[in-house]
């Protein structure tokens, strides 16, 4: 089975800056949409931004957009969430996820693989 470890979350404060990674040992994440989502307590997991397999499709929720931005390195093979401008609203559990094919979008029902999560805080 496809295996994802998240890894990059932390404490900052607002107006900061955090990137998070997506890796993968054993798989070669280039063939699969990766999306990002994320779970504040008490709150349902949303989609945050996704990109597609092979390609440099991606999709960003609305309330990212323009702060936040998905690449990937595929000689790392690693899926990046830059994330500029945090807020305090931008607080969660921060997941990535393999989508069983190239293109998925945002919806979590199109993912398959999840990692662990790993957590970002947004506080001064």
């Known amino acids: 089975q496809l295996q994802l470890v998240e890894s990059g979350g932390g404490l900052v404060q607002p107006g900061g800056s955090l990137r998070l990674s997506c890796a993968s040992s054993e798989f070669t994440l280039d063939y699969y949409a990766i999306g990002w989502f994320r779970q504040a307590p008490g709150k349902e997991r949303e989609g945050v931004s996704c990109?597609?397999?092979?390609?440099?499709?991606?999709i960003y929720a609305n309330s990212v957009k323009g702060r936040f931005t998905i690449s990937r390195d595929n000689a790392k093979n690693t899926v990046y969430l830059q994330m500029n401008g945090l807020k305090p609203e931008d607080t969660a559990v921060y997941y990535c996820a393999a989508g069983a094919r190239e293109w998925v979008g945002l919806s979590e029902n199109e993912y398959h693989y999840w990692g662990q999560g790993t957590q970002v805080t947004v506080s001064s």
């Open positions: 990109i597609g397999g092979h390609g440099g499709r991606t």
